[in-house]
Structure formats: C-alpha cells, structure tokens
C-alpha cells in the first residue's frame, strides 16, 4: 500500500493498519493490514456465511482457536454488546475480514469490535477478498493456516506452519492466491440455517 | 408435499397498469409465476390489461386476456374458462382486492374455484388495519397505538390521546395512496377528509407517530406445511415516515445485532403464521426505536410486493418462482435452489456484497406539487446497485439514477438552497442525500448530521468516509494519483466522472489513467450462498477488490445489450419488454446473450432472462467495464429507449461494435438540420421549424412561422420541457426558462399544427426491405404527447388513401435512414396533407402494444435484423392484411399522486404506464381501456360541460349523445349558451368564485359523474384548474380534450347497448402466428 493511499484512507474512519499475513498450509497467501491486536496465530481455517451475528461467531464454542473468514464483507457495524457473548469472551484464534468497522452503530453497543478484539489480544486482518479466501477454503477444505502481524515474509510462515504440521502438506500446496484452485468436495456451510 | 393433482388449471390476476406504487415488478414476478405454473404442467389462465408486458405474450401461458381487471371482466373469464384455482398474490394490490371482490360477491364459489396461496381470512388479516393489530396483539406483538376515523371528527377526538403528529392511513389503497402525517388540526382534516373518500371502505387509521425510528423490512416465505424461511431483510436508509417505496434502503440489514434481528426474524415468521398465509411469500414492515430497540410492527403484505422483487434480485432467491410452486402443494425441501443445484429452497439465502436501492422521481413533471417525501410514495421507478461495500453500492445507486448527476454529489453539478440549507439536510426530499454529503463537507460532524435527517449514524459515517475520499482525491492532480489510491477511491464508490471532476480533468483521461494503472473491476457473483457452494450462475456485478474475478471464457458469439435504467416517465417498462424480447431473439440464434441493467422491477434482471446478467449502472464507464471484461461481438443500443442510444456515439468511438442501425443513422435522424435536409431530398413535407438560443431569435423565428408554435429543447425524451406558445409573451416566458432546463442545447420552435391528427408508425427495416409493424391513429390532436395519447389500431378514421401514403413515407424514409432494426416515425395529418413530425430509429413506446395487437414480435424480429436476418426470410405474414378488430392504447396518469398540478394533457408527458383494450370496434375497445383505468364508466347522473370557445361548435353533438343515455347536463355561461341555442336542455352553473356557486358541492356530492372541459392554449391558474384537481381528488371521470370526449361517449354508448362487453384471448385473434 502506497504511502498516498495511507494518507487517503487516513482521512476516513478506518485508517490502514500495519501489514498482515494469512498464510494456508497449502501455501495460498492473502495480504492484508492489520485490525485487532497485533501477534501471530495458528488455527484452523473456516468461513461464516452470516450476515449479522458475528459476535455470536467470535464466542462460539465450535470456534475456539479457530481463524475465522466472514463472507459479508462489512462486519463490525452494530458494536458488540458484551452480554451477547455466550462464553463471556471471544473464543476465536483470529478473524479475516474484508473491512472493519470503526464507527458502529447500535443502542447496545458497548465496544466496537476492533477495540473488543485488541482488549482481548485476537488477531485480525482486513482488506482480503474474503470471497476468493472462501472459494478457495470450500474448494479446497479446511486447513491449518497462520496469521501474522508480526511476519511480513510468506516463507517463513509457511515453513512455521509445516513444522506445526510435522511436514505434511495439505491439499494443493503450490496453488497461490488468484490461481483457480482444483475442485473438491464442497465443504457444508457452517452457518446456515435451515427452515425452522 | 409433492405437486397438486387435484387441480388442473389456474388463473392468474396481473396488476394491470404501471402507476406509482404499482410498476413493472409485478410483470417480472408474474411472468416468474406464469412459466412456473406453465412448466409443472397446468393449464395457464392471465388476464392483465397492461399490454407491455412480457406476462401478457400469447407463448408464455394457455389463455391471455388483455382485459380491464374488474371483478366484472374476471367474472366472464371465469365463465368462459372454468379455471379450477385462483392466484391471486402476485399481482400486486389489484390482483389481491380483484380476488377479495370475486370472493366476496361469491363468483368463486359460484363457480367453483379455489383461491391458492392465500385465502380470504388471511388477506384481510394483512390488510385490515384493525383485524391486523388485533391479529398482532394476540401473539403478543406491539403494533403503533392507533384508533378508526371514519368521519373527521373521529380523528380528532382521537389524537386528543395520541397527540400530534399522527401517521394517517385510508384503508385498502395502492401504496399509501392517500396516507400522510399530520402535525396540525388543518393537515389532520385535511388528510383525513381526502382519505376517507379514497379508502374503498371509508376507513382512515390514525396512528401513533413512529416518525425516526429505524424502518426494517423483512421478506418471509412459508410453506403449506408451515416451514419458514427468511429471504431477505433489508433496513430503510431514510428513517419512518418516509414510504419505504421512496427511502433509499440497504440489504442486508445493516444497523441490527444478533439479539435484534433474532427478534424481527422470530416476530416475521410468527406473523406469517398468524395471519395465515397458506404458501407463499409476504413483507413485514417494522419499526425500531433507535435508542431503546422497541419494536412495532408497522404492516404485512400477504403477497408478493415491490420488496420481494427487490430482495430477489438482491439475493437471488427468486420469490415469486418459489411462492407459485408452494401454492400448488410444493414444501421448500421438494424445490430446488436453482443457483446452487445443491441446496434446496429451505436454506435460506446468504449474501456477501452490500445492495441499496433508491427510488427515481419526477417531480420536474409535476409542477405546483408538494416534493416532500412522506408516507405516500411519489418515486416513479427505482434503481439497485450491487457492492463489495456500502460506499460502492451507493456511490453506484446515485450513478445509476439518471438524473444527470455521477454520484453522491462531487460532479460539479451541485446547486444548493442557500437559505434553506440546513432546513434541507433534515427534510426529506429527493436532494437529501446531497444536501446530508455537502453538510459533512461544510463540517458538520456525524452526529449533527444524523440528528437533523433521523439517518443512522451508521450511514452517515459511511458518507463522511466517502466525502473524505473525495477530498482527498480533490488535492491530487489525477497524474500523480497511484495505483493504491485510485483503487482506494474507487472502492469509496467514486465514479470516474466525479474523478475526472475533482481533478480537474475528464472522464476519458481518467480512464486512461486507470487503464496504465491497471485499475479495473473485478466480477463477482451472485449466488445466494456467499459462495459457500460452487455454482456456475452467470449473475455478475462489479466491484474494487484485489481478487479473484470470476470470468468464464468465451465459447460462442456474444451480444451485450444495453437495459433502459430506472422507470421514469417517458421511459418505462416497454423498453425493457424491448430489451427482453431481443434478449431471447438473440439467444435462439446462438449468441451468448449478457444484458446490463440497473432497474430491479424489470424482466430484464431476472438472472434468467439472459444468458449472463450485469447489475450495473447505464453510465459510459459501467458499461465499457463491462465490455471490457466480456469482449461482446455486437452491442444493442437501440431498444432501452434514450439511456443506451445515449451511449452510442462514446460507445462506438471506443472500438464497440453497436448492432443494427448505426449511430451515425440515429444522429440523421436526431440532428434537425441533417434530418430536414433528408425529408427535402426525399421531397416529404414537415412543419416549419427552426432554432433559437435566446428570445430575440426565437421572435424572429416566430415572426417568420407565426404563432402557434410548438417549443422544446433539443435531445430530450418525453417532451421534457415541450410546450406550445400562442404569442410573444408566452415565448418570452418560456425561452428564460428553458435556458435553464438545458443551458448547453438550443430551443426548437415548430410551427404547431393546431388541430391536426397524430399518427405513429412502427416498422422494420434491414437496409432492402420495410416491414410496417402497425399504424397507430391518436385519439388525441396534434399537441398532446404521443406518450400520452390515446391511440388507436388499424386507423379508425383515416382513408385508405392516407394510410398508403403512411406506408410509403415510412418505407423511403427507413431505407434513408440506414436503418437496420426497428424505427418509429410520427406523423400529423392536417388538411389531407401528411407531416412528418419525427423519425426516431429505435424501438418506441407503442412496440409492445402493436406487437400484442398484431401478434407479430417486432423486438425480436427487430434484434434479429440486428443480427443480419433478412426480413425476406421470417415468415412475416403481409403487412397491409385486415386485422378484424380494434386495439386501443390509453395512457394512465398519475394526477392523484400528485395534488396541485394541473391535469390537463401537453406536450409533455406525464403519464406512467398504458392499458390496452381489443373489442370488434373502436368505441368499444376504448370503453375497455377506461375501465381498465377507473374500473367503471359512468352510467347516470349529471355530466359538467365547460369547454374553450374552439371546441364549442362541436360540442354540441357530443351534448346530444349524452343527454340521449339519460343523463342530465351541466355546463359554464358559454357553453351553456352554445347549447341552449341548439335547444339541448342544459342546467347553467356559476363559476367557482361566483357567489351562490354551486358547482363545487355537486362535484363533492358525487352528482357530477362526468367531467368535460378543455382548457385553450395558456393553461392558467383558472377555475378550469381547480375544478379539474377536485374531479382527479373525488374520482370522479374527466376528459381535457374534444377527441377523447367523443371516444368516451362512444365507448360508454357501445358499453350499454351491446348489454356489456365481451372478453376475447389473445389467442383467439385471427392471425396469430407460432401457436
């Protein structure tokens, strides 16, 4: 990101954070600036179809450890009220977005999600095409992946995350970002929710 | 449960004409409907009287009536056809209160029909204001406190304990029509009175002023066997108070929590529950208070509406398709998600992009009304825009409006109500976005914002980071702007216009700039999963986002072709029905067909209509984006009216092959000076015409014309702006004006030719031969705008003689032109002499009309011609057979909509949609078309004549025909005189300002059923005004002109002694061909 862009976006509500990595066990990188607490984490990487709720995401026990991809691209509007936490905290390893909000609006909002998130030391990334992020996850299944703010260098996250792994590569370790990835089984959304 | 056996065949109730409140989404939801139910093997019945329509063509289901939606006319449908089932929830208002009247009278069970999807009791529980909060009040849901005037004097007993404001809305009318806030005693009457005589029952809510709450709308669909499901919600940008079908509204909701919206979701599906809808689709509208979250329901819609198409096209889930397969028997899990093939229609759709919708008026046309936004909605179309962010959808909505601005202001059009600024920023208007962006540039914060319009903060941050953007762009010269930066501004929603604005440049360099930068769009897709499954949907939007683009390459010849944008009027859904037709033309012949609209109402955005659709505005850069991704052999620009021809010239300046006439032909026709020297060459007559750019030359112009003279600025559609001028001082005033309308383009001055007979053609041409598709005579003289007129097919007055010379002029001036495709030339007859008045080479208004009144496809065959068929080679039977019968078009007006504008037909178009009536004579199938509009003619009581001294002589006949059918007559001093003289026995009434008038009580009393007065020339503020606004306020039938007069009394004759009307499928007309 040019120093010309970071003065534009640092005119609106959601100035460019420091760099950031997610790296997958298959080697796809995603670049992206970073949104919550700065730190590097290692999780299972999964996608969450819901429009609204992603605070009930954050505190999902299912999640735990996990880094989290939201499909809706602005997340964060409404604020997080802290009651609306089932686990009382957020229980995820990180969370990939496409954009954060820095000015949410809610009557209940107590905390705006990026500031939740730093409270509580969780990794997060914006500015990745998360729908690209989600495609490649369902086609290509869920795997290991590490998030970083704290390393800018690709191979070296790569190679963190193969000694995680004890050297096994996961489905499709050369694709890269932007290349179409080979089909697989679809992975069921989590999320969805059926008739009631 | 699986498919209903029990039933064999159903019919279907359109929404007949397009009004505010009531446009073409119920084509795009009906025709959805129709090939459903046609495709699982039923026997198809439809009666719509709207003729541009793709429901109404004779292939898509068995039987189609093109017949006045009256309990009355369905009644006789019913009888000749015996349908076993009725459909009633997709055909808007007037499907649902034509099926409550049907019920009601005991048609349906006389004749033993069940109404499916919904029945009666639960139709009335969602329209019924009072079985509704009772309905909601029994599962413990809070509706506004409220209370029943059914005289004035209810209501204001009534706010005694509510207080003002209160909201006030008449029971059973089309989108709020007479609905309103009232915040004084005076508004309070006022509104009330108008209401209760609107209502069908008499029947005016008041209710508790939610004004600023949060406005969230859900779609819900149930099943027969009680399964819900959730399709959309979609959160109101504008607070309450302003109809949802005027606010600016976002999908999904964007300001509600977890905790919130499981509340609205479990309230909606309990509501469907509780009002009872069998199966189908329904739209709950609710309020939130913004700082406590207390939640009211504010109505339920047990049908399909202007939302549920909105919320298919945002997610699409296409409602109207899934709600007639759940109203023969089908359960979500037994019908297919046809997007993802995998999931079936129980998973309820989840999107990962931002939609905003905004609503397009046309207050320009309507002048002397009030342009606040209120409860009663006024937008005449809608656009939809699809984002990777809120700021780009919006950016892209604002875009897409074709109101001449690139975005959220920063085009350097802005123009601001200095005085009235700050008063502008809070009251809805249609400029409000406008004046809310350029507050926050004038440093208003967020909040004060937000706190003077009652628009979420959330929102109005969004826009601070937009204007922010902008600024910044602003202090950049465009070659210094990078990459990142562009990419960032882009993403903000910024169009190239407004880049190329702020910069100080224009929109090619910026283009440019963007195309050595590598700053394009990437396509992404609409899936209804947010790509948790794979689909191979070819639903596409575009957006700034480092990523994936998902292009399939291209295997077959493709052709992109251009939409028309939003409704709007002098442009509507018969361009679109154009743009569909050719669409399947094109297909059929082996092109990959890729359409590119922004109007979610229409047929042409259904994602499957085209091969690949583009949610996307109409602007140069939005298209070429689009052509620049998809690389389309051939680009029709000739069949979405004035928006893509537009386009034509840029487009084909940029290396983009246009389909069919080129815009060189289009510019012969449309550039005065070329045009008239052709019409010389080709030795056919036109009147007088030339130009002026100031008053001084038009006088000089007028002096070598003489008066009257018709006047308008040039490139505009739907006379824009025309007027006729009947001396000096009128010029006068008229030329100060239109400088200011459109300072850039002259003023053409014809000369009028007062009295003269108006007549369309629409044709084919491919370069070597002219196919006359019809020859359409106005009802109307010369003066009112064709769009506006009624009209007539074959000719019902004109020779042989006249009409040969029709086709002749036709035919030379096509081959002239280079026109290859579709041309519509208009013509004026006077004295025997033939005028040519225009040529425009594209598809017009009247071709759905001629093509369902001769069952000959003249958009399709047009794009086929496009496509370089020959019209040698389609089979077309002659041109010049005998038809049989008659096809009347009448035009609807909005006039009720908006009170205070005069009534009287122009030269400028106002109305916003047509009816179509087919009988074995002319009078009757005009007195068809007036019952399409006003559902009934009148039949006794007294009729008011005041007519201009002009029109006296000739009054006198049609005075004798009335008084013949029995009813008596009222007329002014002069034109009672005029009858008098000729012994027809006439009541004289005093003018309105007289003392001991006593006009205006009967018009009030109801005793007055029919209204004639026409108006000469000047059209001021006169009794004639006020007397003709009172007659639009009380319903009551009036006619401006001596030619529509004449028709009305002939059809109300032809309507009494053939003992009713008869009905006729279009399948039935002689002639039709490919069934």
């Not at chain 2, 006022?190 to 029947?203: F, H, N, T, Y």
């Not at chain 2, 959330?458 to 702007?481: H, K, P, Q, T, Y």
């Not at chain 2, 009434?989 to 209204?1011: A, C, P, Q």
């Not at chain 2, 020339?1017 to 606004?1029: C, E, I, M, P």
Request: aromatic share 6%; proline share 4%; charged share 25%.
């Amino acid at each position: 990101m040019s120093e010309q862009s970071k003065a534009l976006l640092g005119t609106t509500s959601a100035p460019q954070g420091a760099p950031a990595l997610l790296v997958l066990a298959d080697g796809t990188v995603f670049e992206g600036y970073s949104c919550a607490a700065p730190g590097e984490v290692f999780g299972e990487i999964s996608f969450d179809t819901s429009m609204i709720g992603y605070e009930e995401v954050i505190a999902d026990a299912a999640n735990a450890g996990k880094i989290v991809c939201m499909t809706y691209p602005q997340i964060g509007n409404y604020g997080v009220n802290r009651g609306d936490l089932a686990a009382g905290k957020a229980l995820i390893g990180g969370m990939v977005v496409r954009a954060l909000c820095q000015t949410p609006s809610n009557w209940r909002s107590e905390v705006g999600l990026a500031e939740l998130l730093c409270e509580q030391g969780i990794v997060a990334v914006e500015g990745v095409d998360t729908r690209m992020l989600t495609q490649h996850i369902r086609d290509c299944g869920t795997q290991l992946a590490v998030l970083s703010t704290l390393d800018g260098d690709p191979a070296s996250l790569g190679a963190k995350l193969r000694e995680r792994q004890g050297g096994s590569a996961a489905c499709g370790a050369s694709a890269q970002a932007g290349a179409p990835a080979a089909r697989r089984a679809p992975a069921p959304a989590q999320t969805r929710k059926k008739a009631d | 449960m699986p498919r209903r056996n029990d039933i064999e065949s159903i019919l279907i109730i359109g929404s007949g004409p397009i009004v505010i409140g009531q446009a073409c989404e119920f084509d795009y939801s009906g025709a959805q409907a129709c090939k459903v139910l046609k495709a699982e093997g039923y026997r198809v019945i439809l009666v719509n009287s709207n003729p541009a329509t793709i429901m109404t063509d004779p292939e898509l289901v068995d039987r189609t009536y093109v017949e006045p939606i009256t309990p009355e006319f369905v009644e006789k449908i019913i009888a000749a056809e015996r349908p076993d089932a009725l459909l009633a929830t997709i055909g808007g208002q007037t499907g649902l209160n034509t099926a409550v009247a049907l019920a009601k009278d005991g048609v349906l069970d006389r004749y033993n029909v069940e109404l499916i999807g919904c029945d009666i009791q639960a139709i009335e529980r969602g329209e019924d204001r009072k079985l509704f909060n009772e309905c909601m009040e029994s599962i413990g849901l809070e509706t506004a406190r409220c209370g029943y005037a059914y005289a004035v004097a209810d209501a204001e007993r009534l706010v005694k304990e509510l207080g003002f404001p209160v909201v006030l809305r008449p029971s059973f009318t089309l989108g709020g029509a007479g609905g309103g806030i009232a915040y004084t005693e005076d508004e309070l009457r006022e509104i009330v009175r108008q209401g209760l005589e609107l209502s069908p029952a008499g029947e005016v809510l008041v209710e508790e002023s939610v004004l600023g709450w949060k406005e969230i709308e859900m779609e819900v669909m149930r099943d027969c066997a009680g399964n819900t499901i959730t399709v959309c919600s979609i959160e109101n940008f504008d607070a309450m108070g302003v109809h949802t079908g005027d606010s600016i509204t976002v999908a999904p909701a964007q300001t509600l929590s977890a905790a919130e919206y499981a509340r609205v979701r479990d309230a909606s599906h309990a509501i469907v529950a509780a009002v009872g809808v069998a199966a189908g689709g329904s739209n709950i509208q609710l309020a939130i208070h913004p700082d406590n979250g207390r939640m009211i329901i504010i109505e339920m819609n047990p049908r399909v509406s202007r939302s549920s198409a909105l919320a298919s096209k945002a997610t699409g889930f296409p409602i109207a398709k899934v709600s007639a397969k759940l109203a023969v028997g089908y359960t979500f899990d037994e019908i297919p998600n046809d997007i993802t093939k995998i999931a079936t229609a129980a998973f309820e759709p989840t999107i990962d992009y931002c939609v905003v919708k905004a609503p397009r008026f046309a207050f320009e046309k309507f002048k002397g009304t009030d342009t606040t936004l209120t409860t009663r909605m006024k937008a005449v179309g809608e656009v939809m825009s699809i984002g990777r962010s809120f700021e780009e959808a919006f950016g892209k909505a604002l875009r897409s409006l074709e109101d001449g601005r690139a975005g959220l202001g920063a085009d350097g059009k802005d123009a601001f109500d200095e005085e009235r600024f700050a008063e502008l920023v809070g009251l809805p208007t249609q400029d409000r976005v406008l004046y809310m962006a350029e507050a926050l540039r004038r440093g208003w914060s967020v909040a004060e914002v937000s706190q003077a319009s009652s628009v979420d903060p959330w929102f109005v941050s969004r826009m601070a980071d937009m204007v922010a953007v902008e600024r910044g762009i602003a202090a950049l010269e465009l070659g210094d702007i990078d990459s990142d930066t562009l990419f960032a501004a882009k993403g903000f929603g910024l169009s190239d216009s407004q880049i190329a604005h702020l910069t100080k440049t224009d929109e090619a360099s910026v283009r440019a700039h963007r195309a050595a930068l590598g700053v394009v769009p990437t396509v992404k897709t609409v899936d209804t999963c947010a790509a948790a499954f794979a689909t191979d949907t070819e639903y596409k939007y575009k957006c700034y986002e480092r990523g994936r683009s998902e292009v399939v390459p291209k295997t077959r010849k493709r052709a992109l072709i251009l939409g028309a944008g939003p409704n709007r009027i002098g442009q509507g859904i018969e361009f679109d029905y154009c743009c569909v037709h050719a669409s399947y033309a094109l297909h059929d012949i082996g092109y990959e067909t890729i359409m590119v609209n922004c109007n979610p109402e229409t047929v042409s955005t259904d994602y499957d209509t085209s091969d690949k659709l583009y949610f996307e505005p109409l602007t140069f850069e939005d298209v070429m984006d689009v052509i620049d991704v998809e690389q389309p052999d051939g680009v029709v620009v000739t069949l979405g009216g004035q928006t893509p021809l537009k386009l034509a010239r840029a487009l084909e300046a940029a290396g983009v092959n246009i389909m069919g006439t080129k815009p060189e032909s289009i510019d012969l026709a449309e550039d005065r000076d070329r045009f008239s020297a052709i019409l010389d060459e080709l030795g056919i007559t036109y009147p007088q015409a030339d130009m002026a750019s100031s008053f001084e030359e038009a006088r000089r112009v007028a002096d070598m014309l003489g008066f009257p003279l018709l006047v308008r600025p040039s490139y505009v559609l739907g006379g824009r702006g025309m007027a006729i001028v009947y001396d000096s001082a009128q010029l006068e005033k008229y030329m100060a004006e239109a400088t200011r309308i459109s300072p850039d383009h002259p003023v053409y001055l014809d000369r009028f030719l007062e009295g003269a007979i108006e007549v369309d053609v629409d044709a084919l041409c491919d370069g070597e031969r002219v196919y006359v598709g019809g020859v359409l005579e106005h009802i109307e003289m010369a003066g009112i705008h064709s769009g506006d007129s009624a009209c007539c097919m074959p000719p019902f007055s004109l020779s042989e003689a006249i009409v040969s010379q029709l086709r002749t002029t036709t035919r030379r001036l096509a081959l002239r032109l280079g026109v290859v495709g579709l041309i519509n030339i208009q013509f004026a007859i006077k004295d025997s002499v033939i005028y040519v008045i225009e040529a425009n080479p594209r598809a017009s208004r009247t071709v759905p009309f001629v093509s369902k009144a001769t069952c000959i496809p003249l958009a399709k065959c047009g794009a086929r011609i496009m496509a370089g068929e020959k019209i040698a080679d389609m089979d077309l039977p002659d041109d010049e057979r005998r038809l049989g019968y008659y096809c009347v078009k009448e035009a609807v007006m909005p006039f009720g909509r908006f009170p205070g504008t005069d009534v009287v037909l122009g030269p400028e178009m106002r109305s916003t949609g047509e009816v179509m009536g087919i009988a074995k004579n002319f009078p009757a199938a005009y007195a068809k078309t007036q019952l399409a509009i006003s559902y009934k003619l009148p039949e006794a009581g007294k009729v008011f004549l005041s007519v201009c001294d002009r029109d006296k002589r000739h009054i006198v006949a049609i005075a004798r025909d009335i008084i013949r059918m029995g009813f008596t007559l009222l007329a002014t001093a002069g034109t009672a005189r005029t009858l008098e003289a000729a012994g027809i026995p006439v009541e004289e009434v005093k003018k309105v300002n007289e003392t001991d008038s006593t006009i205006v009580d009967e018009i009030m009393s109801g005793e007055v059923s029919l209204m004639i007065n026409t108006p000469l020339g000047n059209l001021a503020l006169d009794d004639g005004y006020y007397l003709r606004s009172l007659a639009v306020r009380h319903g009551i039938s009036h006619v401006t002109t001596l030619a529509g007069a004449q028709a009305l009394i002939a059809g109300m004759e032809a309507a009494i002694e053939e003992g009713g009307l008869g009905v006729k499928a279009l399948q039935d007309l002689p002639g039709l061909r490919g069934s």
